[in-house]
């Protein structure tokens, strides 16, 4: 079982990315997910959980309004929106199985002028 991040890039400020969390080994389906970011020389911390029916969803006050986590059962697959993003988001972004038991690899947000 495994989770495998990807679609994370260069972005200026004020742009989108739309990276992606697919499970293999596993139906997503059954786990409520979390999404946690961690920058360079900081722990990691935690940005979105999404239950299981994708309905309720929970944001950090510093991504709300401007990231969502919308997830495809069907395709086994998390797909992270991050809107307007901002000079103190780019870190490593992880998906994560509810409870923290199963990590993706992390895939990468650089913001730059």
């Known amino acids: 079982a495994q989770l495998v991040e990807s679609g994370g890039g260069l972005v200026q400020p004020g742009g989108s990315l739309k990276p992606s969390c697919a499970a293999s080994g596993f139906s997503l389906s059954t786990y409520p997910m979390s999404w946690v970011r961690q920058a360079p020389g900081k722990g990691p911390e935690w940005v979105s959980d999404i239950n299981v029916g994708g309905i309720v969803k929970y944001y950090a006050e510093f991504v709300k309004g401007r990231f969502t986590i919308p997830r495809d059962n069907a395709k086994n697959t998390l797909y992270p929106q991050m809107d307007s993003l901002k000079f103190e988001d780019p870190a490593l972004y992880y998906c994560?199985?509810?409870?923290?038991?199963?990590w993706g690899q992390g895939t990468q947000v650089t913001v730059y002028t």
């Open positions: 994560a199985t509810g409870g923290f038991a199963l």
